[in-house]
């Protein structure tokens, strides 16, 4: 991890080091039956905790820890295959007990409050997890068979065979939003599913992205080929988001359907998109957001935009969504949708 995700205020910071502090004190076999690696994960996995569980405070959405601690469960099931299911309940029991203890110190009544009802139910769902088997691909679909082929041939590292496979689909009659929506995004969901069971490394799910990245540029001529309507979209991952695909999926989509598609990328500021609003004067400003943690940056630029260009409309969604409990029913914006293709139906009826 360590990968810029933890924007904790410095109340959260502080505990991350009496939490980690204070486990070693309360169990002490830690010390001994800890490698240097695994204590240096686990600290960074306090921090990692507690950002999702000061973002649900933030945003008052019990569901995004709730969802979290069900993700988190599991991992350590998978990850920890050398520590039985019991020990690794005990010390996740424990672990949320000391974030609670010490958060008493530095909350107010409100948030403690909230601490507690949300880590007591973090306690239950330890106590009731059990393991379980995670796959995001749906076996059903008429697509699946496609993701099987490019996910095995990925996994053989013979790259030109990969690429070539998708390039073919739209000679199967694929459209290329099946090609993305319904091939390539199962792909991805279940590149991180197997990186989740254990099953491949980190350095093998990047690698499988930085593919799949070079098969969307293989449709770049077909993408850039159609007539103009006139429209802009500006698209971009919010703040300190890594994930990029979703947005760049959409607008390339966008691109397709004759718009005008400028794609930021990831992690930038509020202030340079304000900048490229003003600049590019865009019709339709897509937010993508991955991890829940740049939900609360994300509500930032939707009020920025609303108060600086109130006759802009705009999209906001990605995974993060997910894990709330329809956080943007409370938000001022024009329309959330699941994927790409809610999205663009939206768009053309709305254009
Ligand atoms: C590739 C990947 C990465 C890459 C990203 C590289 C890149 N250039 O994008 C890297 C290595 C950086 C990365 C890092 C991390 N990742 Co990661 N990653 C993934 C993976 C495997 C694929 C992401 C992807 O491309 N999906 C495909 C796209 C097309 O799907 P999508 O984003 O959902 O977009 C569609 C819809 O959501 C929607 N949509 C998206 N945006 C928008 C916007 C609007 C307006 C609308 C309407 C719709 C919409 O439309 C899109 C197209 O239909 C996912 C697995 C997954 N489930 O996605 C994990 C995953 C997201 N990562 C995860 C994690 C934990 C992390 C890390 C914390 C640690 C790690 N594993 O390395 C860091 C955090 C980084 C950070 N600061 O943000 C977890 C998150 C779990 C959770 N509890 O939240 C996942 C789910 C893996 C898993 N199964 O556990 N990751």
Redesign the pocket.
């Known amino acids: 991890?360590g990968?810029?995700?933890h924007d904790l205020s410095k109340d959260f910071h502080k505990v991350a080091e009496e939490v980690y502090e204070k486990h070693f004190e309360v169990d002490k076999r830690l010390e001994s039956e800890y490698s240097d690696y695994r204590k240096q994960k686990m600290y960074e996995d306090t921090l990692?905790n507690l950002s999702?569980l000061e973002v649900a405070i933030r945003l008052e959405e019990k569901a995004i820890f709730k969802?979290?601690i069900d993700?988190?469960i599991q991992?350590m099931f998978n990850l920890m295959d050398d520590v039985s299911t019991k020990k690794i309940k005990e010390q996740m029991t424990t672990h949320f007990r000391l974030i609670e203890e010490s958060l008493k110190n530095h909350s107010d009544a409100k948030i403690y409050s909230l601490v507690q009802d949300y880590i007591k139910t973090a306690i239950e769902q330890i106590r009731t997890a059990s393991s379980e088997e995670?796959s995001?691909a749906d076996k059903h679909s008429p697509y699946s068979i496609h993701c099987k082929n490019y996910i095995t041939l990925l996994l053989n590292r013979n790259v030109s065979s990969a690429v070539d496979y998708i390039k073919g689909l739209p000679k199967m009659s694929l459209s290329l939003m099946e090609v993305?929506?319904d091939v390539?995004?199962p792909v991805?969901?279940e590149?991180?599913?197997m990186?989740?069971r254990g099953e491949i490394s980190?350095d093998q799910?990047?690698y499988m992205?930085s593919i799949?990245?070079t098969v969307l540029s293989q449709f770049y001529d077909i993408i850039f080929s159609t007539e103009k309507n006139g429209l802009t979209l500006i698209?971009f991952?919010v703040g300190?988001?890594?994930?990029?695909?979703?947005?760049?999926?959409?607008s390339d989509l966008f691109e397709y359907e004759g718009w005008n598609s400028i794609y930021l990328g990831?992690a930038i500021t509020k202030e340079t998109i304000l900048k490229n609003i003003k600049k590019y004067q865009p019709d339709l400003v897509?937010?993508?957001?991955?991890?829940?943690?740049?939900l609360v940056e994300c509500k930032r630029i939707v009020d920025a935009l609303n108060e600086k260009h109130a006759h802009i409309k705009i999209?906001?969604?990605?995974?993060?969504f997910n894990?709330t409990d329809e956080l943007w029913n409370k938000w001022d914006i024009s329309?959330?949708?699941?994927?790409?293709?809610?999205?663009i139906k939206w768009a053309n009826q709305t254009f």
């Open positions: 991890m990968l810029l995700i990692h999702f969802n979290y993700w988190l991992l995670k995001s993305y929506v390539l995004q991805m969901y590149i991180g599913n990186w989740y980190a799910e990047h992205t799949t990245q698209a991952s300190k988001e890594l994930h990029e695909m979703g947005a760049r999926m959409i990831s897509v937010l993508s957001v991955t991890m829940p943690q740049h999209a906001v969604g990605g995974q993060a894990s329309i959330y949708a699941k994927d790409a293709r809610g999205l």
